[in-house]
């Protein structure tokens, strides 16, 4: 198509432009040629960026999956689109399947190539979580042939907070030279140093950072039985 000066094929219906010979001076044998058309459609897809995590407060130096989907809201089919989702720091690369396409991950780019109207693209990421900072992840959208009538939904975004409980226990004894056959007491005390709450304790419930738990132990047959007296919740401690 040849466009005229100052002409601009907008995101609409297709449209016909009509020119017409309207005046001559001297006469016309033929006129079944005195007028032309031109018919142009014009062209735009809504790329869509979505993204998920499947977990989104692991372990530290556990791994998590990253899915991210590109939808072709239309109306045209798309060309040429790619995608970047660069993992930041916090986060190191482990694996990537995409359903179309390939995924580089030194730069990041998911290379799509057509996505025709209606249809998905998918891209699974598996990356190691390895600090306990939360850390968000980004994909966008950053090539398209066609214009794209909705910028508001080229990118997307979700945040992991890796989890790590730094548990220090302490034992003291109420008295540690006891007349023979007189009781003593044994204090033991686990402090959640952080940066994370943790579970898995022995009184089988959370235990919260800076949150303090203390068995009061048992005497019997000489033989010290510790049993774990449950916490309430507080505040975490200050470092």
Do not use: C
């Not at 995101?11 to 006129?31: F, G, I, S, V, Y």
């Not at 045209?76 to 995608?83: D, E, F, L, R, Y």
């Not at 794209?148 to 004894?173: E, L, R, W, Y």
Request: net charge neutral.
């Amino acid at each position: 198509m040849t466009r005229a000066p100052g002409a601009t094929a907008n995101t609409r219906p297709a449209a016909t432009n009509t020119a017409t010979k309207t005046a001559e001076t001297q006469p016309d044998p033929t006129l079944g040629n005195d007028s032309a058309s031109a018919t142009i459609t014009p062209v735009s897809a809504d790329i869509a960026i979505t993204k998920t995590v499947d977990n989104a407060t692991p372990n530290q130096n556990t791994n998590v999956t990253f899915t991210i989907t590109a939808h072709n809201n239309g109306p045209s089919n798309a060309t040429g689109v790619q995608v970047t989702d660069l993992l930041p720091a916090g986060l190191t690369f482990v694996s990537a399947v995409p359903s179309v396409g390939a995924y580089n991950p030194g730069t990041g780019v998911w290379t799509i190539g057509p996505l025709a109207n209606g249809a998905n693209a998918t891209l699974s990421i598996v990356a190691t979580v390895t600090g306990t900072n939360s850390v968000t992840n980004t994909a966008t959208k950053t090539a398209e042939v066609q214009p794209d009538p909705v910028a508001g939904n080229n990118t997307a975004s979700v945040t992991v907070t890796g989890q790590a409980a730094d548990i220090a226990v302490t034992k003291t004894v109420s008295n540690a030279t006891p007349n023979l056959g007189t009781n003593v007491t044994f204090t033991v005390t686990a402090t959640n140093n952080g940066p994370s709450n943790a579970t898995g304790m022995p009184d089988k419930d959370r235990v919260a950072h800076g949150r303090t738990l203390r068995w009061s132990p048992s005497q019997r047959n000489h033989t010290t039985h510790a049993t774990a007296t449950p916490a309430h919740p507080i505040v975490p401690q200050a470092h």
